[in-house]
């Protein structure tokens, strides 16, 4: 047997056993050892084993990092993202014109929280554009209380934690000391590919952490060759904001699971510009808003044309429910301050998910009355 072939065999059960232990951080340096004894065709078979091992061990983050690894070592390398690109992307070719829908429908059935066996941003790509994105992301490596990011700060990045653990922490404006943690398989500040403005939260590890990272920069410049990465992105972010508005907002709290999901395929991202009228005082309500980026301010016109502000409605806010749940006319104008993102609901939609189901105009219905008696006391303090 040649030296090559032994060479292989020993990276290989040398990669089982470090794939078994799980630990990015010990396996990555035990395989440094041979690029620092001068053996750099040991070390690229040790990256190439230890990547296909947690492939198939459906660790697709950690295969993704130490495909990093081997490209480092060997820029030329092609064969193991090949591999790993035929196992878990969806669609061998760039879809046809007019299966983009198909696209966005089949990102539905995709779990509702991330993990290391379906990342939608990745397997919903061709195999192309999944290689072409997995050269473009960025290991980042941090220690405890290392912050990723801060609230506040410009965003213009995602993570995916590979390895750790995450404190999520949100105290600017009122919205709660903390957050569920992020976990392995956790994805983290996806927004910031699409749209500019600060971070919402700040994320701190509470472990050694190592992370991969995607750019804005880096998206639009691999969406020219490959544009159904910018869909796919697209629509994961609006997925996840919906995913997070039905589970956190007490209008959809009494629909069922499967009734979720119907209605978070349903809504809209829409981007507006500053000064946009959102909702018209004296019209029928079209739609129901979350505000996903930006500020806007509510207000009331008196006769004489005089304003009064209600508070500035921030990311996270839903408004325009009421003069739907009520049948009623908008009591008050609501413009973008900024540009905006949103999620729109439309009013079929509400229609046919919501108030289609047992007691739940009522429900809401008495969520509306309280919040017009709440209008009314704030316009009577001015």
């Known amino acids: 047997m040649s030296d090559g072939a032994d060479t292989h065999f020993r990276q290989r059960d040398l990669a089982g056993q470090q794939a078994a232990r799980g630990r990015l951080d010990l396996a990555l340096a035990e395989i440094r050892q041979f690029e620092l004894q001068g053996k750099p065709e040991e070390a690229i078979a040790g990256y190439e084993a230890l990547a296909r091992a947690w492939a198939h061990g459906s660790q697709l983050l950690r295969a993704i990092v130490v495909c990093k690894e081997l490209l480092r070592v060997d820029p030329k390398h092609t064969r193991t993202q090949a591999f790993i690109a035929n196992l878990y992307a969806r669609y061998p070719v760039q879809p046809q014109e007019g299966e983009g829908d198909q696209v966005s429908a089949e990102l539905e059935l995709l779990p509702d929280r991330e993990d290391p066996v379906a990342v939608p941003i990745f397997s919903m790509l061709t195999r192309d554009a ?162 996903l980026r930006g500020r806007c301010t509510a207000y009331h016109v008196h006769p004489d044309g005089r304003e009064t502000p209600y508070p500035v409605l921030r990311e996270g806010d839903v408004f325009g429910e009421i003069s739907l749940m009520l049948g009623k006319p908008v009591t008050a104008m609501v413009r973008a301050d900024v540009p905006c993102v949103l999620l729109r609901l439309d009013r079929s939609a509400v229609d046919r998910h919501i108030f289609s189901q047992p007691g739940m105009r009522d429900a809401l219905m008495q969520i509306g009355a309280e919040r017009l008696q709440r209008t009314a006391r704030l316009l009577a303090d001015r």
């Open 130 to 291: 999944f290689v072409a994105l997995l050269e473009a992301m960025e290991v980042r490596i941090y220690g405890i209380g290392q912050p990723v990011m801060r609230e506040g700060d410009p965003g213009s990045s995602m993570f995916f934690m590979v390895e750790g653990r995450g404190d999520v922490m949100r105290l600017l404006e009122g919205r709660g000391p903390q957050e569920g943690p992020v976990v392995e398989g956790g994805v983290f500040g996806e927004m910031a590919l699409i749209t500019e403005g600060p971070r919402l939260a700040s994320v701190m590890p509470s472990v050694p952490s190592v992370l991969l990272e995607l750019t804005r920069a880096r998206l639009v410049e691999l969406s020219k060759k490959h544009p159904l990465v910018d869909r796919v992105v697209h629509a994961f972010c609006r997925k996840r904001a919906a995913d997070n508005l039905l589970r956190t907002h007490p209008i959809f709290s009494p629909l069922r699971m499967e009734q979720r999901r119907l209605v978070a395929r349903e809504f809209q991202l829409q981007r507006v510009a500053a000064g946009t009228k959102l909702l018209t005082a004296g019209q029928m309500g079209d739609a129901l808003y979350l505000l």
